[in-house]
């Protein structure tokens, strides 16, 4: 175990459903982050919670929604999703506020939108 | 951020030693340098990370000359289980959260 877990591990949806991807760390960690990782494409950071505060945002369709409830634990919201949004979707958790950065990332979660 | 730039692939015999190399020309004072494993549809992991000199731990070691702007994870006796993807990242989060943008990696093949 990685100290960050996501669920579920696979997720199939149609393109009129609504989801949630949830994760959660277990290592006292204050950022969390979502990532997406497209075939053949390097990571793309999503959204970045600091203290449970949203602080980024890289022009991600509204059709994704993220949500912190606590240091611990971080959702991803999906609603009327396209195909293209087929991808790896990883979560991941550093401490912020030192310089020796580390992050760790969860296994992520399989999402095909048919 | 720096932006770092390395091999898009490798390919490496059972029981050889791989070095792969990072170039970050624009690093920061304050940057430290880390490396990441990734295999396919898992998340990155952590392997190694250093500031300046070199860096050992039980997987892997770290190289990093003393202008900084570039380093070198150095993975002995590579077996099969270490064909992945290695991503060199650069940054410093003393200021708060980081924001790191990853690079295309470095595929390394490892071959019987």
């Known amino acids: 175990e990685t100290g960050v877990t996501q669920t579920p591990r696979h997720l199939v949806m149609g393109m009129t459903n609504k989801k949630s991807l949830k994760c959660e760390q277990h290592?006292?960690?204050?950022?969390m982050y979502w990532y997406k990782q497209s075939a053949k494409k390097p990571l793309e950071l999503m959204f970045v919670?600091?203290?449970?505060?949203?602080?980024e945002n890289n022009s991600v369709p509204s059709r994704f929604s993220p949500e912190c409830p606590n240091s611990s634990h971080l959702f991803l919201h999906l609603h009327t999703l396209q195909p293209e949004d087929s991808a790896l979707y990883l979560c991941?958790?550093?401490?912020?506020?030192?310089?020796?950065?580390?992050?760790?990332f969860g296994s992520g979660t399989r999402l095909t939108v048919v | 951020l720096a932006k770092t730039t390395q091999p898009i692939s490798m390919d490496s015999y059972e029981g050889q030693e791989v070095n792969i190399t990072c170039s970050h020309n624009n690093i920061a004072t304050n940057d430290y340098i880390t490396w990441y494993q990734q295999f396919p549809s898992q998340g990155p992991r952590f392997i190694i990370q250093?500031?300046?000199t070199k860096v050992t731990n039980e997987v892997a070691s770290l190289f990093i000359p003393a202008d900084r702007k570039s380093s070198t994870l150095s993975l002995p006796r590579v077996s099969l289980s270490d064909t992945a993807v290695y991503y060199c990242?650069?940054?410093?989060?003393?200021?708060?959260?980081?924001?790191?943008?990853f690079g295309t990696g470095t595929k390394l093949q490892v071959i019987p």
């Open positions: 991941a958790s550093s401490q912020a506020g030192t310089a020796n950065y580390g992050y760790t």
């Open positions: 990242l650069v940054g410093d989060s003393s200021g708060g959260y980081q924001k790191v943008t």
């Open positions: 290592l006292g960690h204050n950022a």
């Open positions: 250093g500031y300046k």
């Open positions: 919670y600091s203290l449970e505060e949203r602080v």
